[in-house]
């Protein structure tokens, strides 16, 4: 069964980076979408960042222009650039993926998500 792996989460100070990884266990037999989504203490689980099996790139306004959505077909693994963390982007990250067609067997899989915390 497919497996999403994430990784790359850690204690950041604010204004600090992080890069989070997202790798996919196996072969997807179609064009399946990415997306980043996070769930910060007491809030409900939202969409940070999503990109399309073609690099179509979408953002959260509270990140846009400080994140940075990216996936390496070959390597099946996608990515988070965080930059200019605030206190507010403290949150488990989840990433999750879309499977249109269901050719692998279900139609989205999700990780088991990496803590960011963003604290002085």
């Known amino acids: 069964q497919v497996q999403l792996v994430e990784s790359g989460g850690g204690l950041v100070q604010p204004g600090g980076s992080l890069r989070l990884s997202c790798a996919v266990s196996d072969r997807i037999p179609s064009m399946y979408s990415m997306a980043w989504y996070r769930r910060a203490p007491g809030k409900q689980r939202e969409l940070v960042a999503s990109i399309t099996y073609t690099d179509v790139k979408k953002y959260a306004d509270s990140v846009r222009g400080r994140f940075s959505i990216s996936r390496d077909n070959a390597k099946r693994t996608m990515y988070l650039q965080m930059d200019v963390l605030k206190l507010e982007d403290t949150a488990v990250y989840y990433c999750?993926?879309?499977?249109?067609?269901?050719?692998?067997?279900?139609?989205?899989?999700w990780g088991q998500g990496t803590h960011v915390t963003v604290s002085s």
């Open positions: 999750k993926l879309i499977d249109p067609d269901g050719a692998s067997g279900r139609y989205e899989y």
